[in-house]
C-alpha cells in the first residue's frame, strides 16, 4: 500500500497524487482536504485524519475507508462504490445519491440521503449507525436509508421533520419511533417479517465490516417508513 502524507498537500495536489498512484492508497495527516477520491472509479483509499467536504463526490466504483468523522457532503451524487466512515459525519450526507453504499459508524448531520435516488438495479443504501439531524430523507426519490441507534442511550434516533417531501424509497429506524413526527404524505408503520428479510439483506455487509452481530441488530423494533401511494409528491415525480 502507497503512503501519502497530506499534511502539507493543498486538496488539488493531494487528489493528483492519489489520482497517480497505482494500487490502494493510505492518506496520512489529512487536514480538511476537500473533493477526496471525487468521480473515481477504481482503487481503495484509507484516511487517517478528517477529510474535508465533498469527499467522494461522483464516485463511480471506488472505496473510501475514513478512520475517524468526515465532513459534509459525503458521497455526493454518488453513483456506485463503497464509503466507510469510522466515525461521525456532517450534513447532507448521500446528497442525490444514486448508487454505492456509505456506511456511518456513528451520528450524521442535518439532511442525510436528501434526494436519494434510484434507476434499475441501482439502489443506493446510507446506513447510519448512531443517529441522524433533522431533515431525514428530505424529498428522498428511491434507495434505502437505515439509522440503528446504536450507542445513543435512550435519546431520539432521528431529529425533527424527517421524510419531507419523501415520494420514493425506504426509511428504516431501530426504534418504535413513537417520539418521531411524520408528515402525513408518507406510511410510517411496524417492521413486518418482509420487512426485515430485506434489511437483514442490507445489513450484512454493514455487520462485516464493523463487527456488529447481525442477529442481535436484528432483535429489536424496527420502524419502516415509505411514500403514500397517494401523495402529491409521489404524483409529481414518479412515473407509473
Not at 502524507?5 to 486538496?11: D, I, K, M
Not at 435519546?155 to 424527517?162: C, K, M, Q, W, Y
Not at 420502524?223 to 401523495?231: A, I, L
Amino acid at each position: 500500500m502507497t503512503c501519502v502524507r497530506a499534511e502539507n498537500l493543498s486538496y488539488r495536489e493531494l487528489n493528483e497524487v492519489i489520482r497517480n498512484t497505482a494500487g490502494p492508497c493510505s492518506i496520512e495527516g489529512c487536514r480538511g482536504q476537500r473533493f477526496i477520491a471525487a468521480g473515481m472509479s477504481e482503487g481503495e483509499i484509507t484516511i487517517h485524519g478528517v477529510p474535508g467536504n465533498a469527499l467522494g463526490a461522483y464516485l463511480n466504483g471506488a472505496g473510501v475507508t475514513v478512520l475517524g468523522n468526515a465532513q459534509d457532503a459525503v458521497g455526493d451524487t454518488m453513483n456506485a462504490g463503497r464509503i466507510i466512515v469510522h466515525g461521525n459525519i456532517g450534513d447532507a450526507a448521500g446528497y442525490a445519491m444514486r448508487g454505492g453504499c456509505i456506511y456511518v459508524r456513528g451520528n450524521a448531520g442535518y439532511r442525510a440521503g436528501i434526494h436519494m435516488k434510484a434507476y434499475r438495479e441501482k439502489i443506493p443504501k446510507l446506513i447510519i449507525g448512531g443517529s441522524a439531524g433533522s431533515f431525514l430523507g428530505e424529498y428522498q426519490a428511491g434507495g434505502i436509508i437505515a439509522v440503528l441507534g446504536l450507542g445513543n442511550a435512550g435519546g431520539r434516533i432521528v431529529g425533527n421533520f424527517p421524510c419531507t417531501g419523501m415520494h420514493g424509497g425506504k426509511l428504516f429506524l431501530r426504534s418504535d419511533a413513537s417520539d418521531v413526527e411524520f408528515p402525513k404524505t408518507v406510511v410510517a408503520r411496524r417492521a413486518n417479517e418482509e420487512d426485515l428479510a430485506e434489511l437483514r439483506q442490507v445489513l450484512l455487509d454493514y455487520c462485516a465490516v464493523f463487527g456488529y452481530d447481525i442477529e442481535e441488530l436484528l432483535n429489536a423494533p424496527f420502524t419502516v417508513v415509505s411514500p403514500d401511494e397517494g401523495n402529491q409528491y409521489r404524483q409529481m415525480y414518479v412515473a407509473n
